[in-house]
């Protein structure tokens, strides 16, 4: 449950689509992971006649399973942990996680809030410039794969006008 401000509403509450699609966006990236895979299990099996040295041979599999499967499978890990709200404030992203617990990212929703919407089911990108001793910072925030994009897009819309 996200904690509100004092007289805040919800006005919408949602989590993505499950599934999707993996994200093959870096193929070389997941290529060498698995070459890393490859070769440091093959480092592992001629360091079990050392005795305990193979252990050293795990760090280098960890991050060659990173490099190979974090990528393509975040999306997903993403859209089964994620819940989203929209109030008459802001836009919430929590993600449950399993051992890390809750993160909540929030948005305050003004009329400089820049909305972007695509697809079926819908992505909605907020985007904000914030303006701040260390300069300008753009804080963004995504509700992705949503069923009911085009009327929580006409809730934003409200609330950047301040009619929610």
Do not use: N
Request: hydrophobic share 50%; aromatic share 10%.
């Amino acid at each position: 449950m996200t904690d509100l401000q004092p007289g805040e509403r919800i006005l919408w509450e949602g989590r993505p689509e499950p599934g999707g699609l993996l994200d093959v966006s870096r193929p070389g990236e997941m290529v060498f992971g698995l070459a890393f895979i490859a070769f440091s299990l093959f480092w592992m099996t001629k360091a079990l006649e050392q005795g305990a040295f193979w252990l050293f041979g795990l760090p280098f599999l960890v991050v060659g399973m990173k490099l190979a499967f974090w990528r393509a499978y975040q999306p997903r890990l993403r859209a089964k942990f994620a819940r989203y709200t929209l109030t008459d404030r802001r836009a919430i992203v929590a993600m449950h996680w399993p051992l890390a617990g809750v993160r909540e990212h929030a948005l305050t929703l003004t009329p400089a809030t820049i909305v972007d919407s695509e697809g079926e089911p819908a992505t909605i990108r907020l985007h904000q410039q914030m303006t701040g001793p260390r300069g300008a910072v753009t804080e963004s925030l995504i509700f992705d794969r949503i069923d009911e994009g085009a009327q929580v897009l006409a809730l934003i819309r409200q609330v950047q006008r301040g009619a929610a």
